[in-house]
């Protein structure tokens, strides 16, 4: 999806010798890493579109001026939302990462984190989300699980020796928090404002209660049957180079 329109960025021009589908390719594989943008390949693409109450998601992509040169330069903005064949929201880059560890696809993205000692960057080095439902009377209740594994990258004062066993556990405290918000606020704009079922709630409750789906969910706009509940936890593997488990 583009931020202005598609000519606009297919037509740009980044520079005599670099080839414009390739520039847009690494701006978009590049938001992966940068926690601004969710990926999938086409036939996924499809099959979530096309399901009954399943949400598809792809990039927002954009051009601007490079200030160095007279040349365009590509950006990923966020991720746009689908639903039922239309165009529910977008999100921004923010919230792009709470729907990249809701769907198992935050392995590689950052986090920074500030604490009083300074600003760390944790880098995601795995995560698993896991949703189990449990239906009480006419409401469904989920349970999302999220576990990481970060390694500390990077360090405002460079000095990496000078954190302690206590900084360590300051900076998982404060990312759980920051983390849990912006779950929070992915599931907030995306689910509960504009019926994009990011978690596959829909699909979840069909395989476990077809009764109860036929009843509630398969007619869409299902929000007010969903609840929910976070268990986050950070583990941390690496500060630097140096191994903690040395």
């Given at each position: 999806v583009s931020?202005?329109?598609?000519?606009?960025?297919?037509?740009?021009?980044?520079?005599?010798?670099?080839?414009?589908?390739?520039?847009?390719?690494?701006?978009v594989k590049s938001g992966e890493y940068t926690s601004k943008s969710v990926t999938a390949p086409l036939y996924k693409f499809i099959n979530l579109i096309s399901g009954e109450t399943d949400c598809a998601y792809c990039p927002v992509i954009g051009v601007e001026k490079n200030e160095f040169s007279d040349n365009m330069i590509a950006f990923v903005y966020g991720t746009a939302l689908f639903y039922d064949n239309t165009l529910q929201t977008v999100?921004?880059?923010?919230?792009?990462?709470?729907?990249?560890?809701?769907?198992?696809?935050?392995?590689?993205?950052?986090?920074?984190?500030?604490?009083?000692?300074?600003?760390?960057t944790l880098g995601i080095v795995s995560g698993k989300t896991k949703i189990k439902p449990t239906?009480?009377?006419?409401?469904?209740?989920?349970?999302?699980?999220?576990?990481?594994?970060?390694?500390?990258?990077?360090?405002?004062?460079?000095?990496?020796?000078?954190?302690?066993?206590?900084?360590i556990e300051i900076i998982k405290k404060n990312a759980l928090e920051i983390i849990g918000k912006r779950l929070e606020q992915t599931l907030k704009i995306s689910f509960?404002?504009?019926?994009?079922?990011?978690?596959?709630?829909?699909?979840?409750?069909?395989?476990?209660?077809t009764d109860f789906y036929n009843k509630y969910i398969?007619?869409?706009?299902?929000?007010?049957k969903i609840q929910y509940s976070l268990?986050?936890?950070?583990?941390?593997?690496?500060?630097?180079?140096?191994?903690?488990?040395?």
């Open positions: 931020l202005s329109t598609a000519k606009e960025v297919v037509s740009a021009s980044f520079g005599d010798s670099v080839i414009g589908a390739k520039e847009l390719e690494n701006a999100i921004n880059d923010e919230d792009t990462l709470g729907l990249m560890l809701l769907t198992n696809q935050a392995g590689g993205a950052s986090i920074p984190v500030e604490t009083q000692g300074g600003t760390y239906i009480k009377e006419n409401t469904a209740l989920f349970d999302i699980a999220t576990t990481l594994k970060c390694d500390i990258v990077e360090y405002e004062n460079a000095d990496f020796s000078v954190i302690s066993e206590e900084d509960y404002a504009n019926n994009c079922d990011i978690c596959r709630f829909g699909k979840i409750l069909m395989l476990k209660d398969s007619r869409g706009n299902f929000a007010d268990d986050i936890e950070i583990s941390v593997r690496r500060v630097g180079k140096e191994s903690l488990f040395a």
